[in-house]
């Protein structure tokens, strides 16, 4: 069971408020997708899960407990940039992470323990299409193949939670379906908690149990920076009943809130439930949250 907890999160950078008020439980095998416009906080939410960031205000749990103020292998993270050893193998690259973990002077596996990891490795590999290309490197790799390798990297850390920041977002229309239906098998594998950043709304409502959108409720001409973002949607899906979509229907010069309220109608029967600005779960909690913002 892996569980997170974010309670009244806040972060500033020196003056300027980037997230205010943010709170969200993600149970166990939750596939949580942020939206939100570019600089409202999305990747700084994800750094804070991480622990490349600390916050300002509030806490973070996992299964009950504070997380661990630097990052740890119960949280592993795929980058849109891909985060591979160029000079090292396929092979080798996945193997990298345990080897520096059990052995951080050498950085080298020995005898059985090699093996058994290199096997480990290979499963993984296999898992995500790559069991050909093991002894090639980085550099001979496509970019939806090295995104697979840095995949399998995060892997076989065996994480509570896996963290993707905009991850298919370099990889060309037919690579990214393939990508989706390979994290979607490989969360239903492995059983994990994944927590994904996107700009992409389509790609949010087809992989996504939950939907989170992170905004600024308020803003202040003069001082644009006084307020942070926060939740602002929050929309819960049964994956067994989203409808078949064709990508044309999210195309649209709408305001990416206009976008996302008309994907939660195009979702139909799949919402279990829809937390949104001016919805009665909204609205009764208004009150609670302009409290808080005065006594912030």
Request: proline fraction near 5%; charge should be negative.
């Amino acid at each position: 069971m892996t569980e997170i907890v974010v309670r009244n999160l806040f972060k500033d950078y020196g003056t300027s408020r980037v997230l205010e008020h943010v709170n969200a439980t993600l149970p166990d095998h939750e596939f949580c997708v942020v939206l939100g416009p570019s600089g409202a906080g999305k990747t700084t939410f994800l750094r804070l899960l991480l622990s490349q960031e600390q916050p300002t205000r509030g806490e973070i749990l996992i299964d009950g407990s504070p997380i661990d103020p630097e990052p740890q292998p119960d949280r592993g993270v795929v980058f849109q940039r891909y985060s591979v050893f160029p000079h090292r193998t396929v092979l080798q690259n996945v193997v990298m992470g345990v080897a520096l973990r059990r052995a951080p002077i050498l950085g080298r596996l020995f005898g059985g323990e090699r093996k058994e990891v290199e096997a480990r490795a290979r499963e993984l590999l296999a898992q995500v299409g790559l069991a050909e290309a093991v002894d090639k490197y980085p550099a001979q790799l496509s970019g939806g193949m090295q995104q697979r390798l840095a995949i399998a990297q995060a892997l076989i850390m065996e994480p509570k939670v896996l963290l993707l920041d905009e991850p298919f977002g370099a990889l060309d229309q037919s690579t990214r379906r393939s990508m989706h239906r390979l994290i979607l098998d490989l969360w239903e594998a492995n059983h994990m908690t994944i927590v994904m950043v996107t700009h992409d709304i389509q790609e949010a409502f087809t992989l996504g149990t939950r939907v989170l959108m992170i905004d600024r409720q308020r803003r202040e001409e003069e001082s644009p920076d006084v307020y942070g973002s926060t939740i602002t949607h929050d929309v819960r899906l049964d994956p067994a009943s989203k409808p078949e979509l064709d990508r044309s229907e999210g195309e649209s010069d709408d305001s990416m809130h206009d976008i996302f309220d008309k994907w939660v109608r195009r979702m139909g029967e799949a919402v279990i439930s829809d937390t949104t600005d001016g919805s009665p779960a909204s609205a009764a909690g208004e009150g609670v949250r302009r409290a808080m913002w005065s006594a912030a």
